[in-house]
């Protein structure tokens, strides 16, 4: 009869055989495992949200991480195509300049001095072309100091937050 819970059922619920005291023993039982299984399957619906919305937060991590790799190819690629323009180039292009100008006011001095193209065999030059050769080397070197003159401010830290 331990054995079998059909028999054990049917002597709880026969009326003839069941004590009087037995069903109000068994009644706060009953509401206390009406109340456990009342709890249960409020914990698995809990535990069905809960899993939706790992499920949810899953999927957009993922989709957030996709979208970080293409920020960072956006990013990378910007940055190459301003390379050009970051300060460590437009430095370097401005101590070139200096450098560049400085030699061709140069060049243009010995070109002068030296008689190329002025009136042929000639060493001496015409009036013009003195004024021509002064008006183009005054503008050389005032390019020239203009240039320096930016390169030293960098190099003091006098430019815009550039350094």
């Not at 079998?4 to 009644?27: C, D, R, V």
């Not at 957009?60 to 910007?78: D, F, G, T």
């Not at 195509?81 to 370097?92: K, N």
Request: glycine share 6%; net charge negative.
């Amino acid at each position: 009869m331990l054995q079998t819970p059909e028999l054990q059922h049917a002597i709880i619920h026969n009326p003839e055989t069941t004590h009087p005291s037995l069903p109000a023993s068994i009644a706060p039982l009953q509401a206390l495992l009406a109340q456990n299984v009342g709890l249960a399957e409020s914990l698995k619906q809990l535990e069905a949200h809960v899993q939706h919305q790992r499920d949810d937060v899953q999927s957009r991590l993922l989709a957030l991480r996709a979208l970080e790799r293409q920020w960072r190819a956006k990013q990378s690629e910007q940055d190459e195509a301003l390379r050009e323009f970051s300060p460590p180039a437009l430095y370097q292009r401005l101590s070139a300049s200096v450098g560049e100008q400085e030699a061709l006011c140069r060049g243009l001095e010995e070109s002068f001095l030296e008689g190329d193209g002025y009136g042929g065999d000639e060493a001496v030059a015409s009036d013009r072309e003195v004024t021509d050769f002064i008006r183009r080397l005054r503008e050389g070197r005032k390019v020239a100091y203009l240039r320096a003159e930016r390169k030293e401010r960098w190099d003091e830290g006098r430019v815009g937050g550039w350094r």
